[in-house]
Structure formats: structure tokens, C-alpha cells
């Protein structure tokens, strides 16, 4: 039997001209299947490739045709393995509502931006910093909140007016979105306030550290990274000599004192208490029968409870007191008081600032020689008494200091007391 013979079809197609012209044969198979046979010339040879799709065989004629005119050589034109990663990616980038050559635009220039880091990497990092999820806030606005916040937790007014007052001037320089503050925005404003030294402007970096914890606390910044606030530079604090006072300075100032001070110098200076904290007590905290100032976790400046010796003189200073209710000091500001008391006792210099607590501390460490038992007393760490509070006196200073008695005649006839005194027991 006769071997069946390729049958030619009508529609034969032609694509370019001359030497660059490529035809394409469509037959029938003797198997039956429809065969497309793309024909064409180059470098003295006739070439020959089939493809089963008349649709293909266009593009890829089209393309040899493309090649001759230009000069291109062999190899050039595209495979149908070429054709099936194309149409691969053009489905890809479909879904991203762009076409193929824009989208791989889009990924050389973003390949040339990353440089050696993964672009992977790189839009994880993106991704976990960006800072237009957070809720937008102002500077201004988290400083109102921050001071609000201060205001809820019962901290003492004096602290809340110093925060408010800080970040009033630091709000009024740094403006804008509290996200986009930078370490040289925080940097260039401490900076600014020439007239301040270092002390003070570490005290106003404080506030501004502890308003940014509070807006990451709140979700306003990012909440694994540090604050530009934290970042910001310190200022380096001169080692200042503490001033105490002298056992005979110290009974001048108490025999001159009025009655509404008294107390205050008196607890400051045999019990070391700070006077922000003395504000806060009441005479119902002094412990008289067990022998100690009870300083309530609400009224620490640590936020720690603490127990003060109440020692025998203090008790005697006191004494007209024992007593009394309320509020131990009944003014609210006492600076004045004390510069007053101090021109008046003739103090040289006049009033020194903590100097109630750097005499106690001093004279309380040269009494018992235990720093130890003095910080846990004055609420303090050792290494802040050995840096900064201890002045070196001499047991007999110690011995004189603790030793400071009222006169015989307590209290003065001209006070005239006007005590609220305890309601007696039933």
C-alpha cells in the first residue's frame, strides 16, 4: 500500500519582501494534524521551522522577517519557550492592573535604589517602619495629652506646671507631625536656649524623652524603635560643691523661723525628706509612738514607701504639733519663706539650694557610718550619696548637728498657734 502524501491547503502566507521575505506553508499531515511550515533564506542556505498554530508561525515569520531587514543573525528570533514565559508574565503583572514593560521599569529602578540589599528585605523593612499606619498627631496635641496624662496620674502640680512650661517653648520651635520630629530638630532647639545651662537643659530633654515614651506608649510612633527624643545629645554637668550648713547656721535659722516654716526646716534638716515631698505630707504621717515619718509610695518622689527615723531633737522641734492635722505645710510655695528666714539669721550667701538635705545626709552618714542605711533613709542610691550628696564632716559636726534643741522656752509666746487638732478617740 502507497504511503499517504502531505496534502498541500490552499493559503499560502508571505510576510516582508525581497531578501527579506518569509513564507509559510500550511499542510495537512498524513497523520491528519495541520502542519505550518515557516521557509525562508539566509546565508546561502534555506531554513525551515514547522509549528503546529498558523498563529505562531506569524509571529515567529514576522520576526525572521524583522531580522533579515535589520541584519540580525541566527538565533535571534524568539522559541516557543520564549513565547510561553512571555505570555507567563504578561498574566503576572495582568492581576497589578499594568503592562509588562512598565512593570519591568518599575523593578530595574527599584533595584537600582536597594543596591546590594535584597529587594525582599527591602520592603520588609518598609513595610515595618512606615509611619503613615500610626494615628497623626501633632507635636502641640501630644504635648497637651502628655500633660493631661501627668495631671490624672496625681503627680504634684509643681511637676505638671515644670512639664507644661518645658514643652510649651519646645512645642513652639518644633512644630508639625510628631513622627517627623528628627534628632537634629530636638538637637538644634536644646541647643538654642543659650541662656540655660547644662543642668537646666537636661532637665528640659527629660520632659521631651518622657513625652515621646508616652507617644509611643499611645501608638503615636513606632513601638520597636527608639525615640528621636532618646537619640538626642546630652549635656555634660559640671561636679558642683554641695552646700551645708553648720550646726550653729542651722539654730539660727530655726529660732528665726516662723511658725508656718518651721516644720519644713525642721523635718529637711534632722530627717532629710525633700521639700517637694514635705509639701505632700500631712502631720497624720508622722508616726510619734513608733518613732518614724511614714512617706507613702503616693507622695515619694521615687514612688517607693519609705520609713524615716524621727530622731530626738525633731521630735522637740515638733513638739507643738503633736497634735495637729492637715497639711504640714500650709503654703504652697515656700522659696520665699526660706530666702527670708536665711537673710534674717544672717546666713552668709544667703538660703542654699538643698541645703537641708545635703547637712542631713552628710552629718546622718559621718553618725552612723553606713551609707547603705542613709540612701535607704533619704530615698536615694549609695552611689548617688558617695557622688553627689556626702560632705565630709567629723563625728563631733554629726554629733552637734542631731543635737540642735529648741530653747527652753517652745514655742515663742507670738506664734499664736491655731492648730486643728486630732478628734480624741471614743
Known sequence: MEPKKRRKTKGTVIIGRGAATVRIYPIIRKNGYPQNTVCWKEGGRRRTRCF????????????ISVRLTNGWSLGDEVTRRDIEILRHCEGVVRQYGVELVAAV??????????????????????AANRT?????????????????????????????????LHLKGFTAKVSGEIADVTVANINGYLNGLKTLGPVSRNGIRRNIVTMFGFAKRQG?????????????ETF???ETE?????????????????????????????????????????????????????????????????LVPLTDNLKA??????????????????????GDVAVKARIPGGWRQNGLRHSFISYRVAETGDVPR?????????????????????????????SIMPPEVWPPAEWRLRIRRRPEAA
Not at 105 to 123: F, H, M, V, Y
Not at 317 to 338: C, K, N, Q, Y
Not at 381 to 399: C, L, N, Q
Open 132 to 164: 503613615d499606619l500610626f494615628p497623626s498627631r501633632t507635636v502641640a496635641q501630644v504635648a497637651d495629652e502628655f500633660v493631661e496624662s501627668l495631671r490624672c496620674k496625681g503627680v504634684s502640680d509643681a511637676y505638671v506646671r515644670n512639664a507644661k
Open 317 to 338: 522641734w515638733l513638739a507643738p504639733w503633736r497634735e495637729a492635722t492637715g497639711p504640714i505645710v500650709p503654703i504652697s510655695d515656700s522659696s520665699g519663706a526660706l
Open 52 to 63: 503546529a498554530c498558523m498563529d505562531e508561525a506569524k509571529m515567529v515569520a514576522q520576526q
Open 374 to 402: 542613709t540612701a535607704l533613709e533619704a530615698g536615694n542610691s549609695p552611689r548617688m550619696i558617695f557622688r553627689h550628696y556626702r560632705e565630709v564632716v567629723t563625728g563631733d559636726d554629726a554629733k552637734a548637728w542631731f
Open 242 to 306: 554641695i552646700q551645708i550648713f553648720t550646726p550653729e547656721e542651722m539654730g539660727r535659722l530655726l529660732v528665726t523661723a516662723h511658725a508656718r516654716i518651721l516644720p519644713l526646716l525642721a523635718i529637711g534638716a534632722f530627717a532629710g525628706i525633700r521639700s517637694a515631698e514635705i509639701h505632700r505630707l500631712e502631720w497624720e504621717d508622722i508616726k510619734w509612738e513608733r518613732g518614724h515619718i511614714e512617706i507613702a509610695g503616693k507622695k515619694a518622689k521615687t514612688a517607693a514607701r519609705r
Open 220 to 232: 503615636y510612633l513606632h513601638p520597636d524603635r527608639k525615640t528621636a527624643a532618646e537619640q538626642s
Open 236 to 238: 555634660k554637668e559640671h
Open 105 to 126: 521599569e518599575e523593578w530595574a529602578s527599584a533595584r537600582k535604589t536597594a543596591g546590594p540589599i535584597p529587594l525582599a528585605d527591602a520592603i520588609r523593612f518598609y
